[in-house]
């Protein structure tokens, strides 16, 4: 209610990774617990007392930041082979995808068996593939910062990893710093023009984005 009071209309948290790491670890105590089941029943209610105060939460950080080797702030990140996020830190995606009004932020996350060395922020294997074909996900997706994060900056200018998140199946691109708008909304004027950005993906985008800001967290689902 004080988010909201500030005029703030959407918390990207709760965070649904599942995790034992040390707290000053890079997920650490943001996640709520190691036990799947767990991460799934509190994230739910953090996610519902958000939405009670009249904001939009957002899951984070698919598809799972918790087991991962490496921090995607200073390098690449690694997760355990797909096969395993199944048992483990896919759960609670699955559980919360059907969240009414809830998004999702993908993080850089390179998983073996599914995204082929690219981060997951930039897979159309993960975005398009696991969130919103396998687990039915078709609401917003956020990237994680794509301007300063090592696993995507080091390899990728920003207007590419844009451009790439956006072909991927994602929504709203985040980036913080002094990267002006005006040179990646000129990059993606160019890529729908050139082909390599699909005008569907965008309209696609779009109506997403207006259905989500049309839905009011306040109602009941």
């Known amino acids: ?17 599942v995790s034992a790491q040390p707290d000053r670890n890079v997920i650490g105590d943001r996640s709520f617990s190691n036990d799947p089941a767990r991460v799934v029943v509190y994230a739910q209610a953090f996610s519902e007392g958000l939405a009670d105060g009249g904001i939009t939460p957002v899951f984070k950080h698919f598809p799972g930041h918790g087991h991962a080797v490496g921090d995607s702030h200073t390098g690449a ?34 998983v073996p ?7 997951a922020s930039l897979s159309p294997a ?16 956020v990237s994680d910062e794509l301007g300063g994060m090592a696993a995507v900056a080091d390899r990728y200018t920003l207007p590419d ?36 950005l699909a005008e569907s993906k965008v309209d696609a985008s779009v109506v997403r984005i207006l259905a989500a800001k049309h839905h009011d967290p306040c109602a009941t689902p």
Request: hydrophobic content about 40%; charged content about 20%; cysteine-free.
């Open 1 to 17: 209610e004080k988010l909201r009071s500030y005029g703030v209309t959407v918390d990207f948290a709760p965070d649904a990774d």
């Open 77 to 110: 990140s690694k997760t355990p082979p797909l096969n395993e996020l199944e048992s483990s830190d896919l759960v609670p995606f699955r559980g919360l995808a059907g969240t009414a009004g809830s998004w999702v932020m993908v993080g850089h996350l390179q």
């Open 113 to 119: 068996g599914l995204t082929d060395g690219l981060p």
């Open 126 to 141: 993960a975005i398009g593939g696991l969130l919103r074909t396998d687990l039915g996900y078709q609401g917003v997706v």
């Open 161 to 196: 990893a844009v451009r790439r998140f956006l072909d991927a199946g994602g929504d709203i691109a985040l980036w913080q710093g002094e990267s002006s708008p005006s040179a990646v909304l000129d990059a993606l004027e160019a890529a729908v023009r050139n082909g390599s």
